[in-house]
């Protein structure tokens, strides 16, 4: 599968634009991480697109990623991605082994988390965001509060990266496609 029939499989089951955005930010993170560890970028990057693409048909523990599995199949999705986006979600008690897999435990919340502190800037630019000032929200247990801060210090520990140095490159990485996540600075 290539990546624009990648984004295109995103778009036929997701119709919210900030879910949407979050799996091009996983995305971002995702091929940055495979150039650091010498992985390839192309299927690390489709792994982070595609992690979250059943969400809104399948919003639960029960149905969400395995579920959409049999839809990636179909599609012709390598096996090795599939099992990826199977092992980011914890209750499924899949190990993460490979360093794609842990990589994409620790960016999914990261990115949300990222996002959203950026969201609340009076410039709501990324540019202006680092490691301090995602940390500062990360503690305040009321905001993003859907964002899993176990998941945030377990991916990173998983992964064996200083969390600032963790959280600093993704900030890097989803700079990168700043406009197409809503986050270059553009008031709403």
């Excluded at 969400?55 to 839809?71: C, D, F, N, R, Y």
């Amino acid at each position: 599968m290539t990546r624009d029939e990648g984004l295109a499989l995103v778009r036929e089951y997701i119709k919210n634009e900030g879910l949407v955005r979050h799996c091009l930010a996983v995305e971002a993170a995702m091929r940055a991480y495979a150039v650091k560890y010498d992985g390839d970028v192309e299927e690390w990057g489709l792994t982070g697109l595609l992690h979250d693409f059943d969400w809104e048909i399948h919003p639960t523990a029960e149905g969400h990623p395995h579920l959409g599995s049999p839809i990636l199949r179909e599609r012709g999705v390598p096996e090795q991605i599939i099992h990826a986006i199977l092992t980011h979600a914890d209750y499924l008690n899949i190990p993460r082994v490979t360093p794609m897999e842990k990589t994409l435990a620790a960016v999914d919340e990261l990115t949300g988390l990222i996002t959203a502190a950026t969201l609340v800037r009076p410039s709501r630019s990324i540019h202006e965001l680092d490691a301090t000032a995602v940390r500062k929200k990360m503690k305040d247990k009321a905001f993003a509060r859907q964002v899993n801060r176990d998941d945030i210090l377990r991916g990173a520990a998983e992964m064996g990266v200083d969390l600032d140095e963790h959280i600093s490159f993704v900030i890097q990485a989803m700079r990168g496609i700043a406009p197409e996540l809503g986050l270059d600075g553009v008031a709403a």
